[in-house]
């Protein structure tokens, strides 16, 4: 986004100018827009690696941040299980069968500690759930 994002985009504001008057330029506008959008998302992403944290992924098969856990609510079989990274909303998993937790979200929070195996119960919105973790993968 950083090198050729902006030089593709700088060429179309470049070949819209080229055209005339600017005011009712709609490929000027588009380009401009795009421009505006690019430049966003880099901050983000800038944001983002500014802010990242490298932490240590320990193997003590707790559910911790950066691991994929697999769970089941109580009464559901096996088969229904939910997979889930824990971690931030921005971070996109590999696997698109999970999905993301963030280990400030009420589920997320009673996660964290519990071993495959565990029950462990939360407040949601309608009432104390309770879900069986069944394997946490790192």
């Known amino acids: 986004l950083t090198t050729r994002g902006r030089i593709e985009v700088a060429q179309k504001i470049q070949r819209a100018r080229e055209m005339g ?8 506008h588009a380009a401009k827009d795009e421009q505006g959008h690019m430049e966003g998302r880099i901050r983000q992403l800038e ?18 941040l950066g691991c994929v ?7 559901d079989s096996d088969d229904m299980a ?4 824990i971690g931030h909303v921005e971070e996109k998993p ?3 069968s999970v999905s993301v937790m963030s280990p400030s ?7 964290l500690g519990a071993s495959s195996g565990a029950q462990v ?5 309608n009432g104390k759930l309770t879900v069986r973790v069944l394997s946490v993968e790192f």
Do not use: H, Q, W
């Open 69 to 75: 856990v697999a769970i089941v609510y109580e009464g």
């Open 105 to 111: 979200s009420p589920l997320g929070a009673a996660l």
């Open 121 to 125: 119960s939360y407040e949601a919105p």
């Open 21 to 28: 008057d600017l005011k009712e330029n709609g490929d000027y």
């Open 47 to 64: 944001s983002m690696l500014e802010n990242a944290e490298i932490i240590e992924v320990s193997a003590t098969g707790v559910v911790g």
């Open 82 to 85: 939910e997979r889930y990274l």
């Open 94 to 96: 590999a696997d698109p």
